[in-house]
């Protein structure tokens, strides 16, 4: 098998707050092949945003990470700072959820983006005009600013700046949060485009596990932390096995599947504060399943007999 | 309300506000430039009150200086020399303290009453009233405010107190902006809409639900206040106000520099009331900015 | 920009100026129940020279009457004759405004440029080094009044050096040509302006920093740096942009204490310019001196609050590119 495009292992990221250290991500293992889309779900703080900010190392400096982050064979983990800069965004780019102030409210749009491909030599396949035609903006758009743009305007903006330095991997950071059905649909086709045009690998991350049904080759579902389920994207969905991807899966109807809706919906509780969490299997006390053990023994990812690639963390699961 | 359930309700209170002050006084010890400020702040404090035995108050008179060398450098008897007409210039420090004190915080006392009644007066009502009373705001927010405070106080009068009404009312300006800020985003609040929902009066609404939600920015507010008040203060003093005879720490730098005390090196009498000035507006800057830290969570980090 | 915020900045600007122009009316007016007895030498006016005196600065018939011969008076820029020199306002404040003018605005740039480098670096690097020190430094300077400033720079550099002249324009009475005139005359500036810069220096650092640290959280500097910029990028291309924003008008506001500031430390140097004049029309209760410089002092911070607004405009798309 080739290098994968990411290799994540054993990653930790701890970020320090007035109440002490918060362990954000404990642990993570992940890989994404070439071409490949993984999509990584899970409730807010549940730390997928931190795993994700953690691979460019563009958190905070006093937010430790360990482990190591392989982006095409390469820790940038280790990196210099001179190198990490290198490989930003021309290795591996984001496409921020648009809602938020990630474009500079009193700079172009298309000075946004030459500014990227400044940034890496200049030199690149694709011009900004035609990204921004490729993204369905239309050229003119590259003199306007930020508050010019609607919401769905914004995150195709935020998608042609992703592309500008030609990456081997795009993270897509809940690129369809915040907009409404419509628009969400006509953003995640043109990341489905892009990305296969392109051969991109591309790393989803949502909260919300129906957009996923269509985009991802394989799904992670993160809690506390941790990933507590792997698996192939549309099986994962359809018959999620840990209690807790069940109770997210059941969350959001799953489209051109009725029995999904009749399923109990929610989840009871709040998601653990990260600074104190339960003893053993951190979502022992919102399981339905829980038996004392749980209370105890936090069960590590293993391979379940049956489904294909399938691993899961709980102690229902695989080999005792 | 029964009289008891009322007790409980009231001592209930109590209990909160006590354990809110020492959560305040315990953040205000681990923010050092606050406690800092504290402890300059009570340094100032005891100066004040210690004048009877450090200077008789007729040391500021004409005559006590009658018999005394005139800028005379500092001795045993002196501690920190004779002005230029002989008069002991400790004694006018220390009693100075008490007339550039008492008018920071006599101005401050009168521009946080304006500005707290044009700011929640601006902020709770709507439509016309609200809108004069910006406009009024804003005439004061931009206006130079020393030359204000000059023409106010040709035309008002010379006197500690005159002065510090015409420095309090040209620096309430800002808090009531403050205030209104505050109280707008107070009025969004549930517990607010609910007071008024079951048809509590503006008044009651104000004093009993909006008030002590905006009191802690305004004490923090006032606390920056006092140290400006002082510093114009100190400045109009030093262009001709005030009073001779009981000098505050601005009026005597006037004097050392129309006595000619800078071309003389005369040095003990124009560098400790400068020093005062220097200490107690950082005092009163330290205190009021690490008590906005704390009141302010948004603050946090500044 | 926007036509319509053109505008309405310069309506609000135009009512401010008339709001000032009638308080002054109301302050000297009908606060002060009668101007003229504040003029020294009026025990030796004869009956007539009174009443010359009263219909010159305006003071017969109703408040109305006043009111009108007050306005047309301020329109054609007649603000009566000084109590102390006995000549017309308007010649003695365009006599002086040079000087002034120019002390001020190289102190205002210096301040500007100075209090905005060192409030970024600090806010930037928020709690290293150097922001730990400036903002002590800051927050001292901010401490202290401008006129001590001045008189320590006259204590212990031109007292003790001899570096620098100890007050007044240019050497009176001395020719050194062209040239040597205009060298002369910056020699006089260099404290004056050294005072005026430090004494607000502080406040124009500290608002910058204020403005930095609430910059720094904002998510389009985490896309900066994802984009692979250079922290020293991120900072001038898209942390400082933002943060001025914010500064301006605050910058605008403070403008007012500058012209304070111009008061003292003209006195401290013997500067002639209208600060002193101020401090003399205080000292000699020169009423029509006061109001006139009273107008002017409100002007100067309208106008300058008003480019501040034009320069926001500029900076902001927000504000500039609005149908």
């Given amino acids: 098998m080739a290098t994968p495009v990411l290799r994540v292992r054993d990653l930790h990221v701890t970020y320090q707050s007035s109440l002490g250290a918060v362990p954000a991500v404990r642990g993570v293992d992940i890989e994404i092949a070439r071409g490949e889309t993984l999509g990584l779900a899970g409730e807010s703080g549940c730390g997928k945003s931190t795993l994700a900010m953690a691979l460019l190392r563009l958190v905070s400096p006093t937010t430790q990470i360990t482990g190591s982050v392989l982006l095409a064979g390469k820790d940038t983990l280790t990196m210099k700072p001179g190198e990490l800069r290198a490989v930003r965004w021309a290795q591996a780019s984001i496409v921020f959820q648009g809602a938020q102030h990630v474009l500079n409210p009193v700079q172009r749009i298309g000075r946004q983006i030459d500014e990227a491909t400044e940034a890496h030599g200049g030199a690149r396949a694709t011009g900004t005009a035609e990204l921004l035609e490729l993204v369905g903006l239309g050229v003119r758009r590259a003199d306007d600013y930020p508050h010019e743009l609607s919401g769905g305007q914004k995150q195709r903006a935020l998608i042609a700046m992703a592309l500008a330095c030609d990456p081997l991997l795009i993270v897509a950071d809940e690129p369809t949060t915040a907009l409404d059905v419509m628009i969400q649909a006509q953003i995640l086709q043109l990341l489905e485009e892009i990305k296969r045009e392109r051969g991109l690998s591309m790393l989803f991350i949502t909260h919300d596990l129906s957009v996923l049904s269509h985009t991802a080759d394989r799904v992670a579902i993160m809690y506390a932390g941790r990933v507590i389920e792997v698996g192939a994207g549309k099986d994962l969905l359809r018959d999620s096995q840990h209690p807790y991807s069940k109770a997210l899966a059941a969350s959001f109807p799953i489209i051109g599947d009725p029995s999904s809706r009749r399923q109990p919906r929610g989840l009871a509780g709040d998601p653990p504060n990260p600074i104190d969490l339960p003893s053993g299997c951190p979502f022992h006390p919102r399981c339905a399943v829980a038996i004392d053990t749980c209370r105890s023994v936090d069960v590590k990812l293993r391979s379940v007999g049956g489904a294909i690639n399938r691993q899961v963390a709980c102690v229902h699961f695989g080999d005792a | ?302 | 920009m926007s036509r319509r915020y053109l505008i309405k900045k310069v309506i609000g600007a135009f009512l401010t100026l008339s709001a000032v122009v009638v308080f002054n009316f109301f302050l000297f007016r009908i606060v002060d129940r009668d101007p003229l007895a504040k003029y020294r030498g009026r025990s030796k006016l004869t009956i007539e020279q009174r009443e010359t005196m009263i219909r010159r600065m305006g003071l017969e018939g109703s408040k109305w009457d006043q009111f009108t011969v007050y306005i047309k008076s301020v329109l054609r820029l007649d603000f009566g004759r000084s109590f102390d020199s006995t000549q017309p306002v308007l010649g003695e404040i365009t006599a002086r405004l040079p000087a002034t003018l120019f002390l001020v605005g190289v102190s205002t740039l210096l301040t500007i440029c100075v209090g905005l480098y060192i409030g970024t670096k600090a806010g930037w690097r928020r709690g290293s080094r150097f922001d730990r020190t400036s903002t002590s430094a800051t927050m001292v300077l901010y401490s202290t009044p401008e006129f001590f400033f001045g008189m320590l720079l006259l204590a212990f550099i031109a007292g003790r050096t001899g570096w620098f002249p100890t007050g007044g324009l240019r050497d009176v009475g001395a020719d050194y040509g062209f040239v040597g005139n205009l060298i002369d005359r910056m020699h006089h500036l260099v404290l004056p302006t050294v005072t005026l810069t430090l004494g607000y220096l502080g406040s124009y650092a500290l608002i910058m920093r204020t403005s930095m640290i609430e910059t720094l959280g904002e998510d389009y500097l985490v896309t900066a740096r994802a984009k692979g910029l250079r922290d020293s990028e991120v900072m001038s291309r898209h942390a400082v942009p933002n943060a001025l924003l914010p500064s301006v008008s605050l910058i605008a506001i403070s403008f007012g204490f500058v012209i304070g500031g111009a008061i003292t430390t003209e006195t401290v140097f013997s500067y002639p310019g209208l600060g002193l004049a101020t401090a003399n029309a205080i000292s000699n209760n020169d009423l029509p001196m006061l109001q006139a410089l009273f107008l002017l002092a409100s002007a100067a911070v309208i106008l300058f609050n008003f480019i501040a607004d034009l320069v926001y405009g500029l900076l902001d798309p927000r504000v500039r590119r609005t149908e």
């Fill in chain 2, 1 to 302: 309300m029964s009289e008891s359930t009322g007790t409980t309700f009231r001592a209930m209170t109590w209990a909160r506000r006590r354990t809110a002050l020492s959560r305040v006084w315990r953040e205000l010890r681990h923010d050092r430039p606050g406690f800092i400020g504290l402890l300059l702040l009570s340094g100032f404090g005891l100066f004040a009150l210690s004048a009877p035995l450090i200077a008789d108050r007729s040391s500021l008179l004409v005559a006590s200086g009658r018999n005394n060398p005139d800028l005379a450098a500092p001795s045993i008897k002196f501690l920190l020399g004779t002005d230029e007409i002989g008069r002991d210039v400790l004694a006018q420090l220390v009693w100075g303290s008490r007339v550039s004190l008492f008018i920071g915080l006599f101005a401050t006392v009168v521009a946080v009453v304006i500005g707290s009644v044009v700011g929640l007066a601006a902020g709770y009502t709507k439509g016309k009233v609200s809108a004069v009373l910006l406009a009024i705001d804003d005439f004061f927010l931009v206006v130079p405010f020393l030359p204000l405070a000059i023409v106010l106080a040709v035309v008002l009068g010379r006197s500690p107190v005159t002065l510090s009404i015409v420095i309090g009312v040209t620096s309430w300006a800002g808090s009531a902006r403050l205030i209104r800020a505050q109280v707008l985003t107070l009025s969004e609040r549930a517990y607010v809409e609910r007071a008024r929902a079951l048809g509590a009066s503006s008044w009651h609404v104000i004093v009993r639900h909006v008030l002590p939600g905006v009191a802690p920015l305004i004490i923090a507010n006032a606390t920056l206040i006092v140290p400006s008040a002082i510093l114009t203060e100190s400045t109009l003093s030093f262009l001709g106000f005030g009073d001779r005879l009981s000098p505050s720490w601005g009026k005597l730098l006037e004097g050392a520099q129309s006595s000619g005390s800078i071309t003389l090196n005369a040095w003990w009498y124009y560098l400790p009331p400068g020093l005062c000035i220097i200490g107690i507006v950082l005092a009163f800057t330290l205190l009021g900015r690490s008590l906005e830290r704390i009141f302010d969570p948004r603050l946090r980090g500044r």
